[in-house]
């Protein structure tokens, strides 16, 4: 007797682009099935596993969140992923769909890849990819190559190589899609979003569709069944990275900065935007600690797009403020350091 395959779930998109909101509507939206969700952050301290597990959704106990935090685990397939992967099947009562929050930085192929190992390869199967998309940044010009820029390094050294590295995560992420989508959809026009479906379309290697939406809001139905079995469909899969071997994220960096009490999250808000806008930093998250709230302040920066909302009391002995800072390579961290935390 042949056993059926767990369905995994894979959710790509770049850094900020709604991947958690989205894992979050599908976990309050489970309709009693068995979900669990191994959560992957390219930065030192997991606060997208926190945000899922401060959810409070009954039916999705803290167990049913693996954190696979401190790198991308396109790059550590063996020693990280395969195994949280086992260890979920394992359980007693194993789920009986597992979603895959990837980091913002990931490329999802080597993902898609290692269904095919044989210590899964019987028990699991890629049920689909879901890429989503910041409807807002792409409209901004987020991932396209500035001509310009191309054009300056070329004259400083033509043997450079030109590729943006943003844009390629992000049409990595689009190549090995079987759903695409395109969230964010409050912040941009009519226009715009027409402008950016037309850039997605651009970039999807075959038929793919693409769900406008906002905050994730898909129904889980439509998110979830896709039957795609992704791992047997390499090939119509293509990546940038496909003649590189392994990409190991080197045109980004990300490092931590402790905070101070601050007196108002209005003023920790002007200091973000100030540093995000002076170095164009790609996202920041963390908890901050504001003083006389006994509940701490969630706050998450995507370019200088700064969010916040308290969202849970300080666990005892954990009250200290610390944010993640993501960015393209060459910041000077002390800098930044003093504009947020000085
Ligand atoms: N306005 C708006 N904000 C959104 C939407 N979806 C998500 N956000 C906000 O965008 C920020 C990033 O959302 P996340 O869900 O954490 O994004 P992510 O892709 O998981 O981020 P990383 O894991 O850091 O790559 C948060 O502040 C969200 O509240 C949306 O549709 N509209």
């Given at each position: 007797?042949?056993?059926?395959?767990?369905?995994?779930?894979?959710?790509?998109?770049?850094?900020?682009?709604?991947?958690?909101?989205?894992?979050?509507?599908?976990?309050?939206?489970?309709?009693?099935?068995?979900?669990?969700?191994?959560?992957?952050?390219f930065?030192?301290?997991?606060?997208?596993?926190?945000?899922?597990?401060?959810?409070?959704?009954?039916?999705?106990?803290?167990?049913?969140?693996?954190?696979?935090?401190?790198?991308?685990?396109?790059?550590?397939?063996?020693?990280?992923?395969?195994?949280?992967?086992?260890?979920?099947?394992?359980?007693?009562?194993?789920?009986?769909?597992?979603?895959?929050?990837?980091?913002?930085l990931?490329?999802?192929?080597?993902?898609?890849?290692?269904?095919?190992?044989?210590?899964?390869?019987?028990?699991?199967?890629?049920?689909?990819?879901?890429?989503?998309?910041?409807?807002?940044?792409?409209?901004?010009?987020?991932?396209?190559?500035?001509?310009?820029?191309?054009?300056?390094?070329?004259?400083?050294?033509?043997?450079?190589d030109?590729?943006n590295p943003l844009?390629?995560v992000?049409?990595?992420?689009?190549?090995?899609?079987?759903?695409?989508?395109?969230?964010?959809?409050?912040?941009?026009?009519?226009?715009?979003?027409?402008?950016?479906?037309?850039?997605?379309?651009?970039?999807?290697?075959?038929?793919?569709?693409?769900?406008?939406?906002?905050?994730?809001?898909?129904?889980?139905?439509?998110?979830?069944?896709?039957?795609?079995?992704?791992?047997?469909?390499?090939?119509?899969?293509?990546?940038?990275?496909?003649?590189?071997?392994?990409h190991d994220h080197e045109d980004f960096d990300t490092f931590?900065?402790?905070?101070?009490?601050?007196?108002?999250?209005?003023?920790?808000?002007?200091?973000?935007?100030?540093?995000?806008?002076?170095h164009d930093i790609l996202?920041?998250?963390?908890?901050?600690?504001?003083?006389?709230?006994?509940?701490?302040?969630?706050?998450?920066?995507?370019?200088?797009?700064?969010?916040?909302?308290?969202?849970?009391?300080?666990?005892?002995?954990?009250?200290?403020?610390?944010?993640?800072v993501i960015a393209e390579k060459g910041f000077d961290r002390?800098?930044i350091?003093?504009?947020?935390?000085?």
């Amino acid at each position: 007797m042949s056993i059926a395959k767990v369905p995994c779930t894979i959710v790509t998109g770049f850094l900020g682009a709604g991947k958690t909101t989205l894992v979050r509507h599908v976990l309050e939206n489970a309709d009693g099935r068995r979900l669990a969700v191994i959560v992957n952050e390219f930065g030192d301290v997991g606060i997208d596993g926190e945000i899922l597990k401060s959810c409070g959704i009954e039916s999705c106990p803290e167990d049913a969140i693996v954190e696979l935090a401190n790198g991308c685990i396109c790059c550590t397939v063996a020693d990280d992923f395969v195994p949280a992967l086992k260890s979920l099947l394992d359980r007693p009562s194993p789920p009986e769909h597992i979603v895959i929050e990837t980091s913002g930085l990931a490329l999802p192929k080597p993902l898609v890849k290692a269904f095919n190992w044989p210590e899964i390869a019987s028990r699991v199967t890629v049920d689909g990819v879901i890429a989503v998309v910041d409807g807002a940044a792409v409209a901004a010009g987020r991932f396209a190559d500035d001509p310009e820029a191309v054009a300056r390094q070329r004259a400083e050294d033509s043997s450079l190589d030109h590729d943006n590295p943003l844009e390629e995560v992000f049409e990595d992420q689009l190549l090995c899609a079987d759903l695409v989508i395109l969230n964010k959809a409050d912040l941009i026009s009519q226009d715009e979003r027409r402008t950016v479906a037309g850039e997605i379309a651009k970039t999807l290697p075959r038929a793919v569709k693409v769900v406008e939406t906002e905050n994730g809001k898909v129904p889980i139905k439509v998110l979830l069944g896709l039957g795609a079995e992704a791992e047997s469909d390499l090939a119509s899969r293509p990546s940038h990275h496909d003649l590189e071997g392994e990409h190991d994220h080197e045109d980004f960096d990300t490092f931590i900065v402790d905070l101070p009490v601050f007196d108002s999250p209005q003023q920790l808000v002007d200091r973000l935007v100030k540093a995000a806008d002076a170095h164009d930093i790609l996202r920041m998250k963390g908890f901050v600690d504001i003083a006389g709230k006994p509940m701490r302040l969630l706050v998450q920066a995507v370019g200088s797009r700064v969010q916040h909302h308290y969202d849970r009391k300080w666990p005892a002995g954990e009250r200290l403020g610390r944010l993640v800072v993501i960015a393209e390579k060459g910041f000077d961290r002390d800098v930044i350091r003093g504009l947020i935390a000085s």
